[in-house]
């Protein structure tokens, strides 16, 4: 069974504060992907980042990065210098490879950016 | 934009009543999954289509059914709708089995009164 967790239900910062998401899973698949999702107040999900088990190099794109820490079944996302604009629900997700997978995503993280 | 479109893009029905949403997948894919997002949750997988044939299940009772056409477009059926049934319906669309490239539709809110 998969399972991933969100343990922060809310976050607050004021703009240009840096904040970090936590995000824990559990598999027992060998092979999976990571993803991060964010979800605005219309509800469409926007993909982020797609990060496959093999691949533990962190990532940053812009004021995002990521850190994989296979170690610790952890997949944390970091926004740098936050902006109002970022104030959304952030899902992270959980693959396992394999034709009859299915997407488990967390509980989600509501990250209110004030001015 | 990911060319995945849901129509309504919202409904309103009554509980017992039944309720069909639809789902076209972006142009080359495949494969389609439908996904339910209760008030405050992340996403439940509900089911997958792949060529028009059911795919993987999750844990919903069968008043949940869905179609897949030969164009790949895809309906999601609910039966005997009670309020818990009140969410926001996504579909995902990716070719073949290449789950880790899905893309998801806006959605559709569905609310039982």
């Known amino acids: 069974a998969q399972k991933v967790t969100q343990a922060q239900t809310e976050i607050s910062v004021v703009e240009k504060e840096d904040v970090t998401l936590d995000c824990v899973y559990e598999?027992?698949?060998?092979?999976?992907?990571l993803f991060w999702y964010k979800q605005p107040p219309s509800g469409e999900l926007v993909f982020l980042i797609r990060?496959?088990?093999?691949?533990?190099q962190n990532e940053i794109s812009g004021r995002y990065s990521w850190n994989f820490q296979k170690s610790t079944s952890s997949f944390n996302f970091t926004i740098t210098a936050s902006q109002v604009v970022d104030s959304a629900v952030y899902f992270c997700?959980?693959?396992?490879?394999?034709?009859?997978?299915?997407?488990?995503f967390g509980t989600g993280t509501r990250l209110q950016v004030t001015l | 934009e990911t060319g995945v479109t849901q129509s309504p893009t919202h409904l309103i029905k009554t509980r017992g009543q039944q309720v069909t949403l639809r789902c076209s997948s972006q142009s080359g894919h495949n494969t389609v999954s439908w996904y339910q997002q209760a008030l405050g949750q992340g996403p439940q997988f509900i089911f997958q289509?792949?060529?028009?044939?059911?795919?993987g299940r999750g844990n919903f009772p069968p008043r949940f059914s869905g179609l897949q056409f030969p164009n790949y477009s895809s309906e999601l059926n609910v039966n005997a709708l009670e309020l818990d049934d009140s969410a926001l319906y996504l579909c995902a669309s990716n070719r073949d089995f290449l789950l880790n490239e899905q893309y998801f539709g806006p959605g559709t809110r569905l609310t039982v009164t």
């Open positions: 289509y792949y060529r028009e044939e059911e795919n």
């Open positions: 990060r496959n088990s093999f691949d533990e």
């Open positions: 598999t027992r698949d060998t092979t999976y992907y």
């Open positions: 997700a959980l693959l396992p490879t394999g034709t009859a997978s299915k997407l488990t």
